[in-house]
T-cell receptor, first 113, second 114 residues
Framework: KQEVTQIPAALSVPEGENLVLNCSFT??????LQWFRQDPGKGLTSLLL?????REQTSGRLNASLDKSSGRSTLYIAASQPGDSATYLCAVRSPPDTGKLIFGQGTTLQVKP | ETGVTQTPRHLVMGMTNKKSLKCEQHLGHNAMYWYKQSAKKPLELMFVYSLEERVENNSVPSRFSPECPNSSHLFLHLHTLQPEDSALYLC?????????????FGPGTRLTVL
């Protein structure tokens, strides 16, 4: 049974700092891995999707990497800003592929001005 | 604006009530999903519909009854709920259910069961 873990559960950093969020999964047989952002009381916004054949994806100040063999992904945020404060969720797609995403518990990030 | 809307945004109901959550997507997608987000637990998939056919039922109790009348609308009918069913219920849609499809989420309905 696929399980997804995110560490740390919470993180507080000063503005401008570069930071890394971690995600691990127990079964390396995945189709893809996705990083989402969730603001308080809101739905999820997709940030980056990495297919199982890819090693990384970049969007602006965000870079996500995937090491499928070790069951790990990282989300790197460069030059953090207060507007980056949110909960970041990692999710994987595993067989059978019925569209099911398996989520980690999330990392709540606070960027202080 | 994500193109996926949910109503109501907040709902308080007693254990004997019957209510329904509504989701509508304006993206022309063929797949729709219900997720449950409880406090201190990972977000959990409840149901998946593809072209109005249910393709996944993730061991959800029968007091939750989904309905997908067309590819743009998804309902979650609630009856005889328990306090532990209080959670944020999120709807999502995607072009299809295949692995390359990104899911787009609505803002959620915050449900409180008294």
């Amino acid at each position: 049974k696929q399980e997804v873990t995110q560490i740390p559960a919470a993180l507080s950093v000063p503005e401008g700092e570069n930071l890394v969020l971690n995600c691990s999964f127990t079964d390396s047989a995945i189709y893809n891995l996705q990083w989402f952002r969730q603001d308080p009381g809101k739905g999820l916004t997709s940030l980056l999707l990495i297919q199982s054949s890819q090693r990384e994806q970049t969007s602006g100040r965000l870079n996500a990497s995937l090491d499928k063999s070790s069951g790990r992904s990282t989300l790197y945020i460069a030059a953090s800003q207060p507007g980056d404060s949110a909960t970041y969720l990692c999710a994987v797609r595993s067989p059978p592929d019925t569209g099911k995403l398996i989520f980690g518990q999330g990392t709540t990030l606070q960027v202080k001005p | 604006e994500t193109g996926v809307t949910q109503t109501p945004r907040h709902l308080v109901m007693g254990m004997t009530n019957k209510k329904s959550l509504k989701c509508e997507q304006h993206l022309g997608h063929n797949a729709m999903y219900w997720y449950k987000q409880s406090a201190k637990k990972p977000l959990e998939l409840m149901f998946v519909y593809s072209l109005e056919e249910r393709v996944e039922n993730n061991s959800v109790p029968s007091r939750f009854s989904p309905e997908c009348p067309n590819s743009s609308h998804l309902f979650l009918h609630l009856h005889t709920l328990q306090p532990e069913d209080s959670a944020l219920y999120l709807c999502a849609s995607s072009p299809g259910t295949g692995g390359t499809n990104t899911q787009y989420f609505g803002p959620g309905t915050r449900l409180t069961v008294l």
